[in-house]
């Protein structure tokens, strides 16, 4: 919730201050500037560049302030370290009572946590000496060093003489105190706001890694190779679905008796989520390429099928009215009026249909994937390196954003008649 909040702030913040910046100066004063839908045409609502560079920076900004990161100028409070104390009443069977201190050594993400000994002091309850890790709950047995113990009807009844029971804390500055259902003491230290790197690590920490596999690989292979070889299955799922799925389209939008026959199939396979065939496709084709192949072709085919259809319907029907008054046949019409007109929609699904491939990838190569980006992720978690697995997942998502552009490059290149009569 305080990094939403965080966004939120950074969001508006952002809005305002580059609107003030650019408040004086000569704005955009033509046809385009006075749209304020699209209507199909892209050009009515254009991205605007400053707030693009500043989104990625306000992601790192954010990731880096909320891991205590070198590169971030600023930092959410992080979670205590160091040494701290608290003072426990211990409480006999008889109802005499003695004070005790804890001391209490915090030690940071990573470090080693390293016991000690204090001085034991007198009476029949002894000072103690505990030892943490940042954000995490130790457990003290005091009646180890105390003379009264607990089986003895022995019973802490106060921290930093504030009573306590077995359901409530005490917040004893630098940590909160509660007791466990045994009567033993349990030492929170505050967890500040910072995540712990095995849940998020560092932006700097990311790039080491990246470095560090490009250059002598993982799990037996270079990165590149890695990466390659999910591309290499992305594609290929990728080109087989749309192969069969385009014409497939094209037969179900301008034949009654195709959409009757597959429509059922194609709107009933199309909810159905790619993990969920897995356990299939190992039965059917095994757990080698073929089977990964399969899945990214599943994934791939629906979406390309639904958008070759759609856009085969949605073809102008004066266009084709047109097309027949000038004499034009059949195939002339398939060939200069549905084909172009169906483009679009085409590249539209192409685009997702990719999108839902590069985030089946990962699935696709749980299933005894040797190389892979996803398998690097998969092989990475079990041993909870998180720096990997986050490498990993920025690698997919750069690669996914770099075809998606070159896709769009090739629509506006191929289409350029997208959003026009």
């Known amino acids: 919730m305080t990094v939403v909040l965080f966004y939120i702030a950074l969001f508006a913040g952002a809005f305002?201050?580059?609107?003030?910046?650019?408040?004086?100066?000569r704005s955009r004063q033509d046809f385009t500037s006075l749209k304020t839908v699209t209507f199909g045409d892209e050009s009515a609502v254009t991205p605007d560049r400053a707030a693009s560079v500043i989104s990625v920076l306000v992601i790192f900004l954010i990731w880096g302030a909320f891991t205590g990161s070198n590169w971030a100028p600023i930092h959410v409070p992080g979670p205590f370290i160091g040494e701290t104390r608290f003072t426990y009443t211990l409480q006999t069977a008889d109802g005499a009572t003695d004070d005790a201190e804890v001391v209490v050594k915090v030690f940071g993400f990573g470090e080693e946590v390293e016991k000690f000994d204090v001085d034991a002091g007198d009476g029949f309850a002894s000072n103690d000496a505990l030892a943490a890790q940042a954000g995490r709950s130790t457990t003290l047995l005091f009646d180890k060093n105390d003379t009264a113990k607990r089986k003895e009807g022995a019973k802490i009844i106060a921290i930093n003489g504030q009573a306590i029971g077995s359901e409530g804390s005490v917040d004893a500055g630098d940590g909160s105190v509660a007791l466990t259902s045994k009567g033993a003491i349990s030492f929170t230290p505050h967890?500040?706001?910072?995540?712990?790197?095995?849940?998020?690590?560092?932006?700097?920490?990311?790039?080491?890694?990246?470095?560090?596999?490009?250059?002598?690989?993982?799990?037996?292979?270079?990165?590149?190779?890695?990466?390659?070889?999910?591309?290499?299955?992305?594609?290929?799922?990728?080109?087989?679905?749309?192969?069969?799925?385009?014409?497939?389209?094209?037969?179900?939008?301008?034949?009654?008796?195709?959409?009757?026959?597959?429509?059922?199939?194609?709107?009933?396979?199309?909810?159905?989520?790619?993990?969920?065939?897995?356990?299939?496709?190992?039965?059917?084709?095994?757990?080698?390429?073929?089977?990964?192949?399969?899945?990214?072709?599943?994934?791939?085919?629906?979406?390309?099928?639904?958008?070759?259809?759609?856009?085969?319907?949605?073809?102008?029907?004066?266009?084709?009215?047109?097309?027949?008054?000038?004499?034009?046949?059949?195939?002339?019409?398939?060939?200069?009026?549905?084909?172009?007109?169906?483009?679009?929609?085409?590249?539209?699904?192409a685009r997702v249909a990719m999108g839902v491939c590069w985030g089946t990838v990962v699935a696709a190569e749980l299933v005894a994937a040797q190389k892979g980006a996803g398998m690097m992720i998969i092989a990475a978690s079990k041993f909870q390196l998180t720096d990997i697995v986050i490498m990993g997942i920025v690698l997919i998502g750069i690669i996914g954003y770099g075809i998606d552009i070159l896709m769009r490059k090739a629509e506006t290149w191929l289409v350029p008649w997208k959003g026009r009569s």
């Open 191 to 349: 967890p500040g706001l910072q995540m712990n790197p095995i849940w998020l690590p560092a932006p700097e920490t990311v790039v080491s890694r990246f470095f560090e596999i490009a250059s002598e690989g993982y799990q037996n292979f270079s990165l590149w190779q890695h990466l390659g070889w999910s591309l290499t299955r992305v594609i290929a799922g990728f080109v087989t679905g749309a192969i069969v799925g385009i014409p497939l389209g094209y037969a179900m939008g301008l034949s009654g008796w195709f959409r009757g026959w597959f429509d059922p199939i194609v709107e009933f396979m199309r909810p159905v989520p790619p993990l969920a065939l897995i356990p299939l496709v190992i039965i059917w084709f095994g757990i080698w390429e073929t089977g990964k192949i399969v899945l990214l072709f599943l994934a791939a085919l629906w979406i390309m099928t639904i958008a070759a259809r759609a856009g085969v319907s949605g073809v102008n029907i004066s266009k084709i009215h047109a097309a027949y008054s000038l004499g034009a046949s059949k195939w002339q019409i398939m060939r200069h009026v549905i084909v172009p007109n169906s483009l679009p929609e085409i590249f539209t699904g």
């Open 16 to 25: 305002f201050i580059v609107h003030l910046v650019r408040k004086g100066t």
